[in-house]
């Protein structure tokens, strides 16, 4: 089992900076593929950003290319998500998840574990 526990969300003005924290406790969230998802008020969790279990691989939404960077230490087992450039409408519930097999970064479905959410609000 895996529990993974969200911090760093906040309220930021437009063009600020946010990074975000999962912490993974479980013994094999380290080998998994970490994930970074969203959802904003009346529409559906969607994908931002991934890294593999070594963080030499990354994925990205189009929406934050470029601006969002995920990283991982996984001595520390801590998954990072550095938002620069934010938008009004990065604004959203940030959730971390994990994916023990790693074969479907930008579904849902394919995540096994999620955290709690962080609150991530952007003013214009």
């Known amino acids: 089992q895996v529990q993974l526990v969200e911090s760093g969300g906040g309220l930021v003005q437009a063009g600020g900076s946010l990074r975000l924290s999962c912490a993974g406790y479980?013994?094999?969230?380290?080998?998994?593929?970490a994930g970074w998802f969203r959802q904003a008020p009346g529409t559906e969790r969607e994908f931002v950003a991934a890294?593999?279990?070594?963080?030499?691989?990354?994925f990205y939404a189009d929406s934050v290319q470029d601006r969002f960077t995920v990283s991982r230490d996984t001595a520390k087992n801590v998954v990072y998500l550095e938002m620069n450039s934010l938008k009004p409408e990065d604004s959203a519930i940030y959730y971390c998840?994990?994916?023990?097999?790693?074969?479907?970064?930008?579904?849902?479905?394919?995540?096994?574990?999620w955290g709690q959410g962080t609150q991530v609000t952007v003013s214009s």
């Open positions: 998840a994990a994916s023990i097999l790693g074969t479907e970064v930008t579904t849902t479905a394919g995540y096994d574990y």
């Open positions: 890294t593999s279990w070594s963080g030499v691989n990354t």
């Open positions: 479980g013994r094999t969230f380290s080998s998994f593929l």
